[in-house]
Every structure is written in C-alpha cells, then in structure tokens.
C-alpha cells in the first residue's frame, strides 16, 4: 500500500493532516476493508482507510484497477464476470470465486471477511457509475447490521453509518447530517437544527445539519445517518 500512502501525503497538507484525526468517527472502521465497483476513491480519507487497513478485499472486477495502478490486495472475491483475464493472472493466488447469484459481490466480501472474524468492516468505492449498484450498496448496510457487523460506507463526500434504536455522533459543528428511515418510532434528535420525526419517505430526513459538537438520535428502529467531511470543505 506504499502508492496509496504516497497519494495521501500528496494530496493531505499539513493542517488537513491533523485535521484527519478528528474524524475518528469517521475512521472507526479498519479491521477490513472492501474496495467496490464504483468510482475509485479520490478523498484522503477514504484512501487512508484503505492503507491503513489489516485485509483490503477487491469486489471482483475492482481488482482491474489495482493492477492498473500496481497495488495488490489481500484477496479478490466475486463471481469473477467482471474480472480481466490479466488481473485473474496476476491475482490467480488470492482469488476466491463464489458464482452465488443471489447476493452481490459486495455481500460476498462482506461475507468473506466475517467468516474470517472481521466484524467492523470499510467499504469504498461502492458508488458512482451505476446508481442501481449505489442504491443497492447503500441499503445492504441495514441488512449487514442484522448479522451482527459494523459496516459503513465511505464516499469521497461523506460516510453511510447503519444505526439502530438510540445512537449519539462526534462532529464539527455544520456538518451536513441525512437521516434515513427504516421504520422507526419515536424519533427525535438533539444537537441537530432541525427537529425529527418520524419520517413516511426517505426524502424527509435529509438536509440537516449539526448545531453541537455531539448529537444524538433518540427512537427505537433502524435507519442510516450520512456524515459529510465537513472538515476537508473548501
């Protein structure tokens, strides 16, 4: 991961670098790490997390672009569709097939990783390009925290945190905060400026922003919260 680290270093100046670590909500997860489809990560953050992780595990064709960009993850994992003939060569030692067509890769790595004792896993790159594969990323969060697993997704604009019943946050003031229900009772929130409720779509929690440095979601239910980097805006 030398390459990734170089990226960082690069793209990080010296202010933002010390800034990072007080994002630790945001980096809570790292024992494991999934590399999607989607679009690359181009944000310090989510690179950091890839390099700083014990197992990065590529969906499938994701492994094309690490070998695009000399990087090699600890496994591939996938139904192989989408891999190159030349990423299958070069990886043919860590690749673990499962042709299972009633999950998708993503849930096949995330599955990988939990049979090995991982529980608090980073997915990146599972946005961007197709928004059904986003949509769909996005919303298996709910299903892994069933399973008994800590799986957030981070984009190069903020992070997806699954949650359930009562669930307090540590971030800057005015970060942007999206709540999305999954039926939940008896919402309500302190720290945000804006009151909830409970909500009948999706769209209904969205659009908020945080008013102290801590904030709190009272209800009882499941539902994703999306952090923005509020730190890294310009």
């Known amino acids: 991961m030398d390459k990734i680290n170089e990226r960082i270093d690069r793209s990080l100046s010296e202010k933002e670098k010390t ?15 999934i590399v999607g489809g989607g679009d690359f990560p181009t944000h310090p953050l989510p690179l950091q997390l890839m390099s700083e992780a014990e197992r990065v595990v590529c969906c499938d064709g994701a492994a094309n672009e690490f070998l695009v960009r000399g990087l090699r993850p600890w496994r591939v994992v996938g139904d192989c569709d989408s891999l190159s003939p030349e990423a299958a060569e070069a990886f043919s030692d860590i690749v673990r097939r499962n042709p299972d067509q ?16 991982i529980r608090r896993i980073a997915i990146v790159a599972a946005t961007g390009r197709r928004e059904d594969h986003t949509l769909g990323n996005i919303s298996l969060l709910i299903e892994y925290m069933r399973q008994g697993l800590e799986v957030r997704i981070y984009t190069d ?19 942007a905060v999206s709540i999305f229900s999954f039926g939940t009772q008896g919402m309500q929130a302190e720290g945000l400026r804006y009151p909830l409720r409970d909500f009948t779509s999706w769209w209904q929690g969205t659009l908020n922003t945080t008013d102290a440095p801590t904030f709190t ?7 994703l919260v999306y952090l923005n980097y509020k730190e890294y805006q310009s």
Do not use: H, M, W
């Open 19 to 33: 800034a990072r670590i007080k994002l630790s909500p945001f980096g809570g997860v790292g024992e494991g790490l």
């Open 102 to 117: 009633e999950t998708n890769d993503q849930t096949k790595a995330v599955t990988y990783l939990a049979n090995k004792g």
């Open 157 to 175: 604009y903020g992070v997806f945190i699954p949650c359930q019943d009562t669930c307090s946050f540590e971030c800057p003031v005015e970060t």
């Open 217 to 223: 979601i009272q209800c009882k239910g499941e539902y």
